[in-house]
């Protein structure tokens, strides 16, 4: 749908533009079923108030976005300093929106570019796919990064670019490094998804195909999924999983957590529990944060070369706001990182 003025919005409803802003704007002078009929053919339309035009002269605006989801995860910090930097250096703004749980980021986006008229959007973080018709209603160039495969359905893949891990080859890969140590109970913390849409959904993908690989047989007890909750990935959630874990099946020998923000937790729990790491139980992550080399004992996990996916995703948005690039999808390859928490298992 093409975007709507407040003016075809007052037309469309019978009233006139003022009406429309005193409804936009929560005013008490005016008629509540008038503005229920005016809010309701807002949300029919998808009409967003362009705001910003009071700040910007719209058609000099050069303006990005970055929606992220988990902004509180610690993996995305250097990440958008990153972003930052290299939008200043290129002259345009920068728009940091935090994508809540419950929200689409899709919908996010087609309603930031037709408030802010963007130039381009990083998608950074969240779902590992996204509706194709709603990608279509975006008319700027769009860059996934650290979100996998994003896109379902018919779009055309030289319509968006994508930058990130093979989430499920790289935890793949763990599960196998702890089966090469002598592992073969091994538990894992990760995330219930029911519509199988997210990056941790596709980590357990990769814990389930490592089992099979070594004929190992899946079983449930040792499968804790957090709860579904806004900060998904937290510490917080690593300990309450672990206390779970623990309490459904104690004969496991290793745990996998699908961050290294649930691992710190799960390492805690263990400990309150009198279990010594690695030599009772071994535990590896997955992100590769500075953190983890300043814990007893150091975290095993795979690292993704973050910087570096930030520093080209950006470069490469910008590229192709100025013509000088196609879209592009490029898979970086993870680093296992063998700290102190893993040991041969005998």
Same mark, same amino acid.
Request: charged share 30%.
């Given at each position: 749908m093409p975007h709507m003025t407040i003016v075809e919005i007052a037309k469309k409803c019978g009233v006139g533009v003022s009406t429309v802003s005193r409804a936009l704007n929560d005013h008490d002078d005016i008629n509540p079923e008038t503005k229920k009929k005016i809010m309701k053919v807002i949300r029919q339309t998808g009409y967003v108030p362009n705001n910003s035009a009071r700040n910007l002269k719209r058609t000099d605006a050069k303006c990005i976005a970055v929606l992220i989801k988990g902004i509180t995860n610690p993996f995305f910090a250097p990440m958008i300093s990153i972003i930052e930097e290299e939008t200043k250096k290129n002259g345009y703004a920068l728009v940091l929106r935090h994508v809540g749980d419950g929200e689409n980021e899709a919908d996010v986006a087609v309603a930031l570019e037709k408030e802010k008229r963007l130039r381009g959007i990083v998608f950074l973080g969240g779902n590992c796919f996204h509706q194709a018709t709603k990608l279509k209603k975006l008319s700027v160039p769009v860059v996934f990064a650290a979100t996998g495969n994003p896109v379902e359905g018919s779009i055309n893949r030289s319509s968006y670019s994508s930058l990130a891990v093979d989430d499920r080859i790289e935890s793949y890969n763990m599960v196998q490094y702890l089966i090469s140590k002598g592992h073969r109970k091994i538990a894992i913390i990760a995330e219930g998804d029911e519509k199988k849409l997210s990056i941790g959904y596709k980590r357990l993908e990769g814990y389930l195909d490592a089992l099979k690989a070594a004929g190992i047989p899946e079983k449930e007890e040792r499968i804790c999924l957090v709860d579904k909750v806004e900060n998904l990935y937290s510490m917080e959630n690593g300990y309450k999983a672990t206390q779970k874990l623990l309490d459904k099946d104690d004969e496991f020998t290793a745990i996998f957590c699908v961050s290294d923000?649930?691992?710190?937790?799960?390492?805690?729990?263990?400990? &309150?529990?009198?279990?010594? !790491? *690695?030599? =009772?139980?071994? !535990?590896?992550?997955? =992100?590769?944060? &500075?953190? =983890?080399?300043?814990?007893? *004992?150091?975290?095993t996990t795979m690292q993704q070369p973050r910087e570096l996916i930030a520093g080209e995703t950006i470069t490469l948005l910008f590229d192709i706001i100025e013509g000088k690039k196609q879209h592009q999808h490029v898979v970086f390859k993870g680093k296992l990182i063998e700290g102190e928490s893993t040991q041969n298992f005998l």
């Amino acid at each position: 749908m093409p975007h709507m003025t407040i003016v075809e919005i007052a037309k469309k409803c019978g009233v006139g533009v003022s009406t429309v802003s005193r409804a936009l704007n929560d005013h008490d002078d005016i008629n509540p079923e008038t503005k229920k009929k005016i809010m309701k053919v807002i949300r029919q339309t998808g009409y967003v108030p362009n705001n910003s035009a009071r700040n910007l002269k719209r058609t000099d605006a050069k303006c990005i976005a970055v929606l992220i989801k988990g902004i509180t995860n610690p993996f995305f910090a250097p990440m958008i300093s990153i972003i930052e930097e290299e939008t200043k250096k290129n002259g345009y703004a920068l728009v940091l929106r935090h994508v809540g749980d419950g929200e689409n980021e899709a919908d996010v986006a087609v309603a930031l570019e037709k408030e802010k008229r963007l130039r381009g959007i990083v998608f950074l973080g969240g779902n590992c796919f996204h509706q194709a018709t709603k990608l279509k209603k975006l008319s700027v160039p769009v860059v996934f990064a650290a979100t996998g495969n994003p896109v379902e359905g018919s779009i055309n893949r030289s319509s968006y670019s994508s930058l990130a891990v093979d989430d499920r080859i790289e935890s793949y890969n763990m599960v196998q490094y702890l089966i090469s140590k002598g592992h073969r109970k091994i538990a894992i913390i990760a995330e219930g998804d029911e519509k199988k849409l997210s990056i941790g959904y596709k980590r357990l993908e990769g814990y389930l195909d490592a089992l099979k690989a070594a004929g190992i047989p899946e079983k449930e007890e040792r499968i804790c999924l957090v709860d579904k909750v806004e900060n998904l990935y937290s510490m917080e959630n690593g300990y309450k999983a672990t206390q779970k874990l623990l309490d459904k099946d104690d004969e496991f020998t290793a745990i996998f957590c699908v961050s290294d923000s649930l691992a710190l937790g799960a390492m805690r729990a263990l400990k &309150d529990a009198g279990k010594r !790491i *690695p030599e =009772d139980i071994s !535990i590896a992550g997955f =992100d590769g944060l &500075d953190m =983890d080399n300043y814990l007893i *004992p150091r975290l095993t996990t795979m690292q993704q070369p973050r910087e570096l996916i930030a520093g080209e995703t950006i470069t490469l948005l910008f590229d192709i706001i100025e013509g000088k690039k196609q879209h592009q999808h490029v898979v970086f390859k993870g680093k296992l990182i063998e700290g102190e928490s893993t040991q041969n298992f005998l």
